[in-house]
Nanobody, 115 residues
Framework: QVQLVESGGGLVQAGGSLRLSCAASGIIFRLNVMAWYRQAPGKERELVAR???????NYADSVKGRFTISRDNAKNTVYLQMNSLKPEDTAVYYCNTWPTIREYWGKGTLVTVSS
């Protein structure tokens, strides 16, 4: 059974930082492109960043220069370092493969950025 468990969210002031983690089990993690997604209230879920099994990364324009995705294949974990947070970054953050697999969605972790 595949499980992706996100953690590290919380309440932070604008300009602050958070580091999210996503622990994966039940998949051959090292072979998968992994990604972070987010869903803000009233909006559709969107891709934030992705990382290939070789370590190449891509970012949404809205987070470029502020967020960094990384992975540790030995720990089956993908991370999202978020700096210079803005109120518009407020959302539930999820990890999944890219492209996504519906059955892999976890509960996400809530990030709230206050102004």
């Amino acid at each position: 059974q595949v499980q992706l468990v996100e953690s590290g969210g919380g309440l932070v002031q604008a300009g602050g930082s958070l580091r999210l983690s996503c622990a994966a089990s039940g998949i051959i993690f090292r072979l998968n492109v992994m990604a972070w997604y987010r869903q803000a209230p009233g909006k559709e879920r969107e891709l934030v960043a992705r990382i290939t099994n070789g370590g190449s990364t891509n970012y949404a324009d809205s987070v470029k220069g502020r967020f960094t995705i990384s992975r540790d294949n030995a720990k089956n974990t993908v991370y999202l370092q978020m700096n210079s947070l803005k109120p518009e970054d407020t959302a539930v953050y999820y990890c999944n493969t890219w492209p996504t697999i519906r059955e892999y969605w976890g509960k996400g972790t809530l990030v709230t950025v206050s102004s």
